[in-house]
Structure formats: C-alpha cells, structure tokens
C-alpha cells in the first residue's frame, strides 16, 4: 500500500471586478465574481513542494482582471471561455481550466422616466452564473442562477403520501409553495455561436411560465416539469440539474382565537426544509466528462 | 450607592409573516418581518422575577399574526400603528409599545407581458423598513429602507482632503461612487391621513435622482443633497437619517502590463470601507421624543 | 425654516488588521477589526463638498495601522485609546474620535501537552469589544463581548405571566434556556491604570456565573442579577448594557408516537426569538456624555 | 430522443435537534444539525406527481427527532448509521439514504475550577461532521470538520514558482498562512466497532501537529502532509478530502511612513482567495461507491 494524490485542482476563488464601459456618455457596467481553477500534473507542488510548475493564484487574478479589459465580459459564458483557453493554450503545465462566474445585475436609475447614463441600482434577487471547463480537446459549459426566490399562493397541493408510524403531516389540496431555486444547465455543440443571453432570459421565462401554470402535485413534479420546459424549447441543452429547499410557509392556528385562517396568513419558517435535487436530462445527451467535476462552489 | 434598572424593553423580534389576499382570483402579497417590544413599568420582573405584568414574546407573536388577519398590512405603517395602539391600549401595563417592520418585496410573474394572478418572484435588493412608536399621548413613524445598493461610475471625485504624514491616498477627479445605503426618516404631524406608500416612492426617486445627477465631491456632499431634496420634497418629514459605506472600487493597476486602465477595470473590495453617518433635518422640527429610542437594529 | 445637518460622524469601518509579536521564538498573536469614526466641525463636507477639514478614511486606515506597530494592541482599549487620542490631540478639525474594536481570540496550537511558538487555532465562540470616545475633555471606554453563547438545561422557570385573549403559552417549571449575550460595560474614572485584560476575564467569570446558579424566573431576572453581581464585582463599572434573544428551544411533541419526552429532545428554532434590553446601573453613576452615541454598530 | 429524470434524491434538510441527557443531575448535551436524503425509485412524484412511494419530509423530521429519544445521538456517525438502516430497512420504497450532520462543541461553564452540571457555553470554532450513506449492501461513513481557522506566523514560504507576463507576486521566504480547513475522510472496513471520537480527536490532533512542524513550500504541500499523516496513524481511513482557502494576511507597506514592517502587521483580506481542493488517497482503498454522491452540501 502507498499513498497518493487524487484528484486536485487549485486557483483564486472570487475575485470580484466590474467593468465600466465608458466609450460613449451611457456607460454599461458588468459586475462579476470570478474564480479560476487549474487542473493539470501539479504533483510535484504537493509531494515535495516544488512550485515550478504553478502558477500563483496572484497572478490568475491579475489575468481575470486583464481579460476583463482586452476581452468582452458581456456575455459572461464568453468571457470564461476566453480566459479558460487563455490558460490552457499559452501556459505549459496548464491542462483544463475551470472558471466559474457570478453576475450581480444592475439597472438604470430611471428619473421622470428617463434611464441615467452613468447610474444603476442592484435590483434581482437571483445571481446568473456560469461554469466553464476547457481541456485539450473538449470544453463545456454549464449555465444558470441561484437565489431565485419564487412563489405561488395557490395551486399547489401534497397528499396521499407514504404515511408510517411516525408520519403526522395532514395532506392539503391548496398550500404555498416557495422556493429558492438553483438551476444549472449543460450546453452541448459548438459553445462559440450561442446567444448565451438569449438563452438565460429563455430558460428562466419557461420555467417561471411552468412553475406559475402548472397545478403542482408536489415540488418534485414542479421541477421536472420545468426542466423538461427547459430542455425542449432549448436543444442545445442536455441537462438541467435542479436543487429547490422547500421554503416551507405554515398556515398559523388560529382557532384559539374564534378566528378562520382561509389561507391568509402564514410563518413563513427558515428551517428545517424540504429539499429536492433533482436531474433532467436527454437521454441521447452527449457525455458530461468534467463538466461538473469538481466545483468550486460557486456557480 | 445603589444599583437600578435602567431603561428596558422586550418583545418578539423576526416574526415573518406573510399575508396573502385571496378575495379574488388576483391574490395579493405582503411578506413582512415583525419585531415588537414593549416599554413600561417591568422592574419587578427584572428585580423579583414576577411576570404578572409581562405579557409574554409568545403572545407578541400570536398577536402579530391575528392583526394580520383582520387589519390592513398595507402601508405597513398603518398595520404598525394598529398593532402598537392595542398593546398600548389594550394591555395595562404596558405604556408604550415600538414595532420594526421590515417588508420584502415581491413582483408578479409576467407571462407573455400579462401579469399571474398568484404567482411572484422576489425582486428589489431593498428592504423597506418601518418602525413605530407608540406612546400613551403621542406617537412616531420612522419610514425608511436599508440595502439599497446604487453606483455611478462617474461624476464622482474627492480631492483637496486634509493630508497629514499617515496619508497616501491619492485625489481624484473621477471615481466610482457605490453604496449600500440606509435611510430613515421620522414623519411628523396626524399620522393617520398620509399616503405612505407614495412618500416612500417619492423619497427613493428624490434620492435617486440627486445621487445620480448631483456631480459629487464627496460621499458627505452626496448624503446630505439627497437628504435635503427628500425634506424640501416632502414638508412631512421632521428629519432623515443616512448611513452609507462606501464601498470602495479601486481601480486595478494596468501598468505591469502595458496597458492603460482608463476607469474600466475595478477590484468592488469588500472591507474596510469607508462608512459615513449623518442626519439632515429641519431646523424647526419638533423634538424626537422616544421615535429613535432603543431600537431593536432591525428597522 | 431651514435645514440643517445634524450629527454627523464618519470614518474607516473594519480593518481587520493582525499584529504578530516576533520579538522571540514564541510569537504573540493579537487580531483586530477596527473602526475608526471622527466628529468635529466637518459641515462644509456635506452642504460644499469642501473636504479641507476631512482627514481622508484611506488615512485612518493608515493610522491603524501604523499604531499596531507603534504603540501595544493588547489590551485592545489601550490601543483604542492611544489611537483616539492622536486623531483628537494631533489632527486640527477632529474634536473628538470614536474607535470600536473588535478582537478574535486564538489558542496556541497544543502538541502532546506542549503549546507550539506560531501556530494558533481560533477559538471560543464570543468575540470581545470595546468602544472608545476621546473628546477634548473627557474620555470613555466601554468594554463588551458578543455572540456568547450559552444553555442551560435546566434551572429555568417561566409562570405567572400577564393572560390577555391572545395568549396560547403554557406556563413550565422547567426548560432549556439559552442566548446569545451581547454585553456592554461603561467604565469610570481615570482609565489609564487599569488591567483591562483583568477586567474583561473578571466580568465574563461573574456572569457565567450567576446564569449557571440562579434558578431563573424569567431572562429578565437573569439579566438583571448578571449586571448586578458585575457592576459589584467591579467598583470601576458605572452601568452595563445587555442585550439577549431568546433563543427557544421547544420541546417535541412525542405523544404521536407513544413516547414521553422527559425534556430530552429539543428543536432550537431560529426565528421569532424573544428580545430582551435592559440596562443595569449605579445611581450615583458620572453621566454617560457621549459614550454610547452614534455607534457604527461593530462593538 | 427523449428526456429523462437523472440522479434525484429528496429530504429535510437542517433539523436542528438539541438532545439533553438528564439522568443524573449532571446533564450532558448533544447539538445537532441533521440532513436527511432518500433515495429510490421516486420517478412517479417527478413524472405523474405520484406521491405515493413519498415519505414525507415532515416524517423524516420526527423520526430523527425521535432516533434521537431512542438512540445514542454520540457519537454522531452511529446516530446516523441507525437512522439511515432504519429508513432502508423499514420503509419500503427507499432503497437508500444519505443523512448529513453537523455537530455543535459546546464546553461546561467553568465556575472555580469546578464544572457546571447544566449549564454550557459554546465552544470551538470548527463544526464536526458526519455524512452516512447507507445502500442494501454497503455502508459508508465520512467523518469531518469545517471551519477550523489556523494560522501560523512564520515557517511558510512561497517561491520559485512559474512567472508569465501577468505575474507580479514576489516570492517570499517567510510568510504569515492561514487557511480555515475543511476535511472529510472515508473510513472503510467494519463501521460498528469504530471509536469514532477518538478518531476524529486523533486526526485532528495529528493534522494540527503537521500544520505546526512541518515548514511549509506551498499550502498544497502542508495539506498533503496533513492529509497523508492522518491516513497513515488510521489505517481504517481511506481518502481524505481536503478544501482549503489562503487566508491571505499582506504585509502592510510601511515605507511611506519611515518604519520597517519585520513581519509585524499584517491586513487579513477578504476576498479574492486562494483555493486549494485536493484527496489524498491510499492507493489500494476499496471503491467509494456513492460514498460522496449528491451531497446536500452540509457535511
């Protein structure tokens, strides 16, 4: 028996950096949170703490905040496909490149209803994010949001579960139902001709249009049908992969006090939660290799 | 020499509660956080551990939710009011009564440009915050927001600052100017015929306004403009209170590389950052009595 | 009328700065976050953007800085003070400072039995604080913790409380009691003889306690014996602030399920949470002046 | 083509459950924050929202509640084996479970050397974990912490490294290195005879030791020590999972100020950070199965 070193990656996690177009009186501003992540035969650097072939995290930074300037940031899945490539071509010991991204969106002040050149207010409650991998030969990228927080004061029912001894629930055929919704979606094919924000703005119309109309029989069936909305009006989209807690809103007793709760008035509790993880996938979809391998955590 | 119970007060603070309208098919939303303290003569609960005058933080509570059923949470300024007349009203011991209110926002979900009836996304980064008091002969209401995240990515400099032998930093005429801000204003004279939604409206885009097009020479000069335009904009307003970090975006240096930075390319730095706290108010308000007194910190 | 600006204070909120004392092979470790606030006559920074008076926050900072390695950082209120009265004594416009600290406590890494020389582990869960004003004439140091944690699982009544229509709350003997203590002690007298590490441990020692010894009646009971037994332990102590949620631990209904719950197993809930402030202090106390005014609300 | 549900799992996430011993007048305490996740055949709920095989998550939440009346709940890794076999076992359509724990240090209030029986304050910065897997078949177990936040003032340097033209950092030979280290590691073999608290005392005290002695390369080279210490003193370890953050503690420049900065004072950032993920692995451990599958992200 000997021991090894598995699986590793290293990099600079959340570099934080906003890019001011100013070419013109009305500025656009891109706000992201970057972390860059290499994987390659870094051995050396654990075994016997030999650096010469690692790149410093330091200067990983100073590259995303370089690309920032020479490259565009606007789509975001273009900007990490660029400095993923960036990374894997042009330094030696570099052998996949992971960059995982988050956009904090902004909008214009508006006054008298004019949009301000030069002044925005963060608005959105969900953060875009995007995963690239770039190897030798294959690269992928996975896109998506979290803390998208959404609910639905009816239309949701859950009954005729699995009841043990220890279940207590009662069913309910009109209930809130809220979420916090991760989603994360692989894009197959050639990733350089997408309309990568076309796409978002899609994939979160459908599955909000699906998560609004359909009459749910359980969270779990919300977000298959979802994902499966995703998939079908996106074919370059292989999979979905979906994480929602059950943001539970329980309807306060109010039969003490000679009063009838018709729905109205609910605690809205932090924890525990229910929490479904789920994956949606076509079933001919090419292969996810690296795709997911490994996340920082961050998108 | 004695020791005494100084000032005091308790309550039930983060009650979250939503209360949905459902009359109709268009089902309405107010998601709102509660925090409610009473003030009085409790010593001896303190000194003797008698509770006869206490009502307990359970009852708070159970009270926050009743009046949610059967008064207006909409302004939240008027459910506050009502809430803190009962227990001062209501129950003996009580003298005065402060409820902090922070209300979350939420957007309806729009499907091919129509609105759902039951179905929203949380939106906005601010919190709009309320807090009451109320007093055996006199009463207060606080309106304000936290959280309001705004930037402008020029007309902004600081410059001419007092330097002694501890100061590097360098003056400039064109900086990124970005803050999290946190506004109150106390609201004077008959509390019960005002429209408070359209003040809080109206105060946001005054402030907004004067941030965006004000050119700044100081984060001071910025506050205390917008400040003044919310006061002279509406004659109810005694006083605002600010307070703002400056959430420093320092620019990254390009000369390593042969490039030039011209204001595109910042590092958003997370801490320290400047925090500037101020009040403008008119010089013939009349005095605050208890309206700042004591707060629980979450309005 | 007019308006006019009211209190005003800015400053360099959190630098978290390391001091490591290297003056032997056995290093000491003191680590601070530290904000520095300054009042005085800064009016034209606000209605003229004037910033000839403004000592810049960046310089602050500096200063910070430069006083860990200047000047000694434990006890921290020495520092604080040190640090206060070069803004105060040193800087034209500044008329009086204010510095709130923040210190994180680490524990020598111990090796079979022996402490290592320069490898700590944070430890402990409260974080110490002090707040120190330094005005032309008068001084204040207020010392504290927060975010100590502390249960007791039994020894804790709560009965006899005030019934109105809304209370479902069931008087017990015996329950779980815990919070997390935010405390804050004002210190009089001449404030540079002190053994302010003495102090700190002396008060911390005298609460923990009395909560462990006292059967309580209610938190408020608890609260105020704290206090009591610190302000007479310490002669030099004039008031103290306290500050608890009451963090409920509700006992599981097991009678479902045919069990007893001999107030075994508990849920601890987050949110609502009781709230409880008061004050305990001397009668003959020195007024507070500006001591407590105008936190930036990190200690 | 068609599409498809992927790996899907469902539970409670975050029950936090306080368990009291009380046997005796000397309490013992156990803080718990337990994820529970099913796994089977659930594909009806998603596709047909048929929730009939569905165990709710409400039920999951009592039966840990009440595992935890019935069963030891110390140490954590057999409180969560009982429960995973109990929901495979005895709940029909579950073919297995992954239950995730987190554990609280909480330390008895000293009061003159002696012990308190019931009262405790809370302790310790890291959280201990625990992610139990249990299939038909095969048993995992996964033992851990996070947040344990080390720092060492010297004995670390970083040099030598790959240089590029984005490249600024200078090499150093004495550096301050922090990090705050989550660890995971497999242990295989028969999972009921294990001393499970003394075998997270022994890694923990063994990966400290090598934090401490061993001179440090490069972090990755100080987490490839700890992590090959640590399975070499445990043979019944088979990997270890190790994510470390470069707490980067810069030197402060003090060359404007006339002073020399010998390692002294240090600003702790915040963001951006290193991030180094790595395994350490023996090489002939037995396979981990979905040992590390679909982890809801809490232990």
Request: proline share 4%; charged share 25%.
């Amino acid at each position: 028996m000997s021991i090894v070193l598995g699986q590793n990656q290293y990099g600079k996690a959340e570099t934080h950096l906003v890019r001011i177009t100013r070419d013109s009186p009305r500025h656009e501003i891109v706000d992201l949170n970057v972390t860059t992540a290499m994987r390659g035969d870094f051995a050396a650097a654990y075994t016997h703490g030999d650096q010469s072939a690692v790149l410093p995290t330091d200067t990983q930074k100073n590259t995303a905040y370089v690309w920032a300037k020479t490259h565009p940031t606007d789509p975001i899945e273009e900007y990490g496909l660029s400095l993923a490539r960036h990374f894997v071509d042009d330094v030696e010991p570099i052998e996949s490149a992971r960059i995982e991204i988050e956009r904090f969106a902004w909008s214009r002040v508006s006054i008298d209803g004019t949009e301000h050149d030069h002044t925005w207010v963060r608005s959105g409650q969900e953060v875009r994010t995007a995963a690239v991998t770039v190897e030798s030969d294959v690269s992928h990228v996975i896109q998506g949001f979290k803390d998208l927080v959404i609910l639905k004061s009816t239309g949701s029912a859950f009954k005729d579960f699995l009841v043990d001894e220890y279940t207590t629930l009662q069913p309910t055929d009109d209930r809130v139902m809220a979420t916090s919704l991760v989603a994360k979606w692989r894009v197959t094919g050639d990733l350089d001709g997408i309309d990568w924000n076309a796409m978002y703005d899609g994939v979160k119309a459908v599955m909000l249009e699906r998560f609004a109309n359909l009459h749910s029989l359980a969270l779990q069936q919300t977000l298959w049908e979802m994902g499966k909305a995703a998939i079908e009006a996106f074919p370059r989209i292989a999979e979905i992969e979906l994480s929602a807690p059950n943001r539970h809103h329980f309807i306060v007793d109010f039969s003490p006090f000679g009063l009838e709760n018709r729905g109205e008035v609910f605690h809205a509790d932090d924890r525990p939660y229910g929490l479904i993880q789920a994956t949606v996938l076509r079933d001919d979809a090419e292969p996810a290799g690296d795709a997911w391998r490994f996340s920082a955590g961050l998108a």
